[in-house]
């Protein structure tokens, strides 16, 4: 019954160890994720804003703020983007609201 004990033990550590390693990679590659999609809004990508607006709009491995999301959304419905061009309109009607 010891030896069961042990490789319980064992096993629980080594699944521990994985799980820690993986969310470590995993909020790494969010945030580099993160790092290409500004350098891309920034270059003109629509879709690249529109999603960076969603971030900042949910507080999504960002500070949630509604003038950003708002910013590249703005960006975004220039561009032509009828997603973005719809809560530009939403934000507008509900200033004082969040986001």
């Known amino acids: 019954?010891?030896?069961?004990e042990i490789y319980i033990f064992g096993a629980l550590a080594l699944f521990t160890i994985w799980f820690i390693r993986n969310t470590i990679n995993y909020y790494y590659g969010e945030k580099r994720k993160l790092k290409y999609m500004h350098r891309f809004a920034k270059e003109g990508d629509v879709e690249a804003q529109r999603h960076l607006a969603k971030r900042y709009k949910?507080?999504?491995?960002?500070?949630?703020?509604?003038?950003?999301?708002?910013?590249w959304y703005q960006k975004a419905a220039?561009?032509?983007?009828?997603?973005?061009?719809?809560?530009?309109?939403?934000?507008?009607?509900n200033k004082r609201k969040r986001c």
């Open 78 to 93: 220039f561009s032509g983007d009828e997603d973005a061009k719809g809560f530009l309109e939403k934000y507008m009607e």
């Open 1 to 4: 019954m010891g030896d069961i």
């Open 58 to 71: 949910k507080g999504d491995m960002v500070k949630k703020s509604c003038q950003q999301a708002a910013f």
